[in-house]
């Protein structure tokens, strides 16, 4: 009997694992952490690990990667199966993860070992995308762009003549990215034994041309007062996005960007493959044409800061660091206190327990500054959830990536538009396939 175990990721923001198998062959669909107090790791069972045919990673945030080291600390010796991108950004992930830990006064469960124990296999060395490859006897795999974030995938799996979709962390609404739509591939199959499908915005239903205006507004407010305004983003995929559309929306006024993420800007344009048609040249426009100031280090950071604040000059701030955690972002929250008018926009996910949390927690008036989250889509919400189960013909539909509470609200919604075999699951659940 085929399985599907809910290692992670189900039912919560965070640490997304699934292994699919059975006494004979099994694989594993990522291996993340949740990034509360000194992380929550994905409940690996240690007999199924070392008899692992083949890992799975859809792409490099921490949240789907971090754990890939713990795997070959309890035995595992294959390959990891992602895209050349992926692992070429895991580095800086791992880097970022490790320091976290230290800062929160933990241990990893891995070392340097394990991480040197690593073996990437590149998907896109082995087959094109929307075609199909046999990995083994067993397993076949077809894969596409996602278009959440640079080098992430979804996969379609045969695995033992079971036909399985995950959707990774998806989207058709990146202002940069392509996505390569799984349809087309999903009809041209009999039907499908299960899928499970990014819902990480669960009900809501608003497009990305209604969220970048409540962002536009949300700068407006801070900008049309001479403030400065802070966007802690992480350091691959939304952030260019938002440098390209804040530089379009406000022409006039000095955006100041932390050099980690032009570099990661200059990485999508030497991968122009994974882009939308013609934004090869957004970027390159971007870039030649000197449209941020970037920033190299704390003493160039400090003056340009002390500049802006003494000629009452509005300016936005682009800083690598999502949820608040780095000491640079810390720096910028302690001078922007000090002066009045000044915010910070949070665009994205806020984990339990983070210095934007905490911040997010106070009143404006014990902050010192403005503060809101104006969430910029990187995943699906209802709509992008219900043209994907539309899609599928498939046993079952497992919604993932989102609080259970959450999921379940999703789930009855759409249960009483007439879908059905739709599930709401938790880390330990079991489907049987």
Known sequence: MMELHVWGGAGEHGRSCYWIGNDHTSILLDCGVKREGCGEYPLLDPTRIARLDAVFLSHAHEDHSITIPWLYKMGYTGKVWTTSLTA??????????????????????????????????????????????????????????????????????????????????????????????????????????????????????????????????????????????????????????????????????????????????????????????GMDHVLADALRVSSFEIVHGDEQRAHLLEQDMA????AIWFTNDGMMQSAKSQWYYEKLRAHAGSGILITGHVAKGTMAERLLALSEAQRGCRMEVVRYKIHQGKPDVRKMTQAMNSKFTLLVHAPKRDTDILLEQLESEGYRDLLSLQPGDIIHL
């Not at 409540?214 to 995929?237: D, E, F, T």
């Open 88 to 277: 070429m950004q895991l580095p800086g992930y791992f880097a970022s993860w490790a320091n976290y830990v230290s800062q929160q006064g933990g241990m990893l469960p891995y070392d340097e070992e394990d991480l040197a124990a690593i073996q990437y296999a590149y998907i896109e060395d082995e087959v094109p995308p929307l075609q199909w490859a046999a990995l083994s006897p067993a397993l076949q795999i077809c894969w596409g762009r996602s278009g959440h974030m640079l080098g992430s995938i979804w996969l379609l799996i045969k695995l033992e003549g079971k036909r399985l979709f995950y959707s990774g962390d998806y989207t058709e609404e990146s202002f940069l990215l392509g996505t390569d739509t799984p349809e087309d591939e999903i009809r041209g199959l009999a039907h499908l034994h299960g899928a499970i499908v990014d819902a990480a915005y669960s009900t809501d239903a608003e497009h990305q041309p209604e969220k970048l205006e409540q962002l536009y507004m949300a700068a407006a407010n801070i900008l049309s007062a001479g403030g400065q305004l802070l966007m802690p983003v992480p350091v691959s995929g939304r952030g260019q996005e938002l440098l390209l559309l804040l530089r379009r929306r406000f022409p006039d006024t000095p955006i100041r960007v932390e050099h980690e993420l032009i570099d990661a800007m200059e990485l999508m344009l030497e991968h122009a493959s994974w882009l939308r048609p």
């Open 311 to 314: 000629a009452g000059r509005a």
